[in-house]
């Protein structure tokens, strides 16, 4: 199925249990049930081809919020965590209505994305939970498994970011010579948003106690060639959600959307 897509951005006034007021700038394509695609530390730009992709290919809807203090958005002190994050896109959820509802996260919004599923599921309603369709974890981070964590992304130079995070990395190599002004001085603010929210491990050693109370079908990515969290952790979030199923994709490093997007639609969709 082929759609034409009309992006639109709006900011949603959101109010937060034990954080207050948060602004959250939503991207939104496509028409269909519902997809909440969580990006990761390279910001929203690095799902925004594969958000048009999932939109015109899937038929879906397809919102991608900009996480607080990213893009030159605001991030109100309080929302300072991984699970910061997931109460407030549970408040989302909420303010639109969703149901049906796929969420997919990469990399730190595939962390995201776990505390999300794991905070519905364990409400004392089950009203959240069934909003939901499905988990998707693509490259996630968060778990902290002994003997397999994440590269020191702050330690870095890009191209050691590029050398990391794919499996032909000399197609994706940035130039900051080449990089927009405008882009450029975004970059400062999404690394210290990132440093906020994974701290500086990029992993929570309490995410595993969270992990066992998902009900909602999920499925766990990983590129063979990811060398900023390796496959091991992947299986390792596999193996501590219920009934969920692990997926290596060949040929493919930290970000599949990026890199093999049509292996990604596939399981999406497929």
Known sequence: MTTTNTLTTTTY????????????????????????????????????????????????RVLVPTHPGFGGTERPAALDSARGLAATYAALVEHLDLTDLSVVGNSIGGWIAAELAALVCAGPTGR????????????????????????????????QVADLS??????????????????LALMPGNRAALAVYGGTTMTDPTLQSRLGSITVPTLVVAGEADRIVDPDVAQAYAALIPDARFVLLPRTGHLPQLETPGALLELLIG
Not at 33 to 41: S, W
Not at 128 to 153: I, N
């Open 13 to 60: 006034a959101l109010e937060v249990d034990e954080i207050g007021h948060v602004p959250v700038r939503v991207d939104e394509q496509g028409q269909g049930r519902p997809v909440l695609l969580l990006h990761g530390g390279a910001g929203p730009q690095s799902v925004a081809a594969f958000a048009d992709l999932l939109a015109r290919e899937g038929g879906v």
């Open 128 to 159: 959240a939970r069934a909003r939901w369709r499905d988990l998707t974890l693509v490259g996630a981070v968060g778990l902290d498994v002994p003997g397999h964590r994440p590269a020191d992304f702050f330690a870095l130079t890009l191209d």
């Open 166 to 183: 794919y499996y032909e990395p000399d197609r994706f190599r940035l130039d900051p010579a080449t990089l927009p002004p405008a882009v």
